[in-house]
């Protein structure tokens, strides 16, 4: 990590666990939550790197995928969000970290990941509550 911070999930990961226990519609709930992020960070990584003179073309190599998996009775609900491999998504490496010929003038998209953390944990928390107390 260039920029040198990092995001404690725990607290959220902790959260998501008990709220697994507490109800089978979560998941439906859940997976809107993390689409909602997934698409708030791709807008933004979109956005940024839009508004680059050089690299704007990038801007729509940037995607998102959602993936779940279930194991033991556990299922785990993720979202995979920045560049396509392949034109015009390959440039967003030189966009964000750069080469010895130029590049890094687009911000690390950590930045954007933990803009929306708030927002995912509040609408975890929002989860829980509604799940419990109905």
């Known amino acids: 990590m260039a920029d040198g911070f990092t995001l404690d999930m ?34 933004q990584l979109r956005d940024e790197m839009g508004q680059s003179r050089h690299f704007r073309g990038a801007a729509r190599g940037i995607t998102y995928d959602l993936k779940s998996s279930h194991s033991a009775g556990v299922g ?30 687009v911000r690390n998209p950590e930045y954007a990941l933990a803009e929306e953390m708030p927002r995912f944990a509040q609408a975890m928390a ?7 107390f109905g």
């Open 76 to 105: 785990t609900i993720a979202a995979e969000i920045g560049p396509e491999k392949g034109k015009p998504g390959s440039l967003a490496n030189i966009a964000y970290f750069g080469t010895s010929k130029g590049g890094g003038t």
């Open 10 to 43: 725990s607290e959220v990961r902790t959260a998501i666990a008990d709220m697994r226990a507490v109800d089978g519609r979560l998941n439906s709930w859940v997976t809107d939550s993390v689409e909602r992020g997934a698409v708030n960070i791709k807008n």
């Open 126 to 132: 929002d989860l829980a509550e509604k799940a419990v």
